[in-house]
């Protein structure tokens, strides 16, 4: 299908770590996505992986990818409250100008004390 | 830092009413992107300008919906008229083309909610 998917909705607590979860769809899509988006707020990009890539560190981010499985996360250490938001993935398809990218449906993730 | 900004923030307006969102990009983003975001979901692309030529429309619904990137600057996305569904939040987006390593990394403004009553 064309569908990038993601679960709802996850809940940690302050300084834990959070895992946010995504599968996306088309196997020749060169780069993979983080966005944040704060309430009331456009996406912020976070991080992204290139499609060659197993693993992207980034201060407490964590990017891996499992390209046979279609399947990539995003770990953040040392959750803190100002992480609370819906994190999305997206897949970059096409290329040059004609590329685009398609969006999962967000992930909110709520970090209580 | 540079940004990409939108306006308004903000607009109710009634069914069959007209209604404008404007968005300037990052100076010298040749790439301009136009997203609806409905509530509970992600951003889908409307409409997708390279330079002031439309490169993708295909999910725009040009019964009411019209874009425009007169100058390859910035840009006009409108919806006459609007109707109770097109209650959603909508983005704008810019990318860069110039062959450096961040060449398409797309960066968002804060976006226009419109709600029609």
């Known amino acids: 299908g064309e569908d990038v998917e993601q679960s709802l909705f996850l809940s940690v607590r302050e300084g834990d770590s959070s895992v946010i979860n995504c599968t996306y769809t088309?196997?020749?899509?060169?780069?993979l996505y983080w966005y944040k988006q704060e309430p009331g707020a456009g996406l912020q990009l976070l991080t992204y992986i290139f499609s060659n890539m197993d693993m992207k560190q980034d201060q407490r981010l964590t990017v891996l990818l499992n390209k046979k499985d279609k399947h990539l996360s995003l770990r953040i250490a040392d959750t803190q409250t100002g992480d609370s938001a819906i994190y999305f993935c997206?897949?970059?398809?096409?290329?040059?100008?004609?590329?685009?990218?398609?969006f999962g449906t967000g992930t909110r993730l709520q970090v209580t004390l | 830092e540079a940004e990409v900004a939108q306006s308004p923030r903000y607009k109710i307006t009634e069914k069959s009413q007209a209604v404008a969102f404007w968005c300037d990009p990052i100076?010298?983003?040749?790439?301009l992107y136009w997203y609806r975001q409905i509530l509970g979901q992600g951003p889908e692309l409307l409409v997708q300008f390279q330079d002031e030529s439309v490169v993708d429309d295909s999910q725009l619904p040009k019964d009411r919906f019209s874009a425009e990137r007169l100058k390859g600057v910035d840009s006009t996305l409108k919806i006459q008229p609007a109707e109770l569904g097109d209650s959603a939040m909508y983005l704008c987006?810019?990318?860069?083309?110039?062959?450096?390593?961040?060449?398409?990394?797309?960066?968002f403004g804060p976006g226009t909610r419109l709600t029609v009553t």
């Open positions: 987006a810019s990318s860069s083309v110039g062959g450096g390593r961040r060449d398409y990394e797309q960066y």
């Open positions: 100076s010298g983003h040749a790439t």
């Open positions: 997206a897949e970059r398809r096409g290329t040059g100008t004609a590329s685009k990218l398609t």
């Open positions: 088309d196997s020749s899509s060169t780069y």
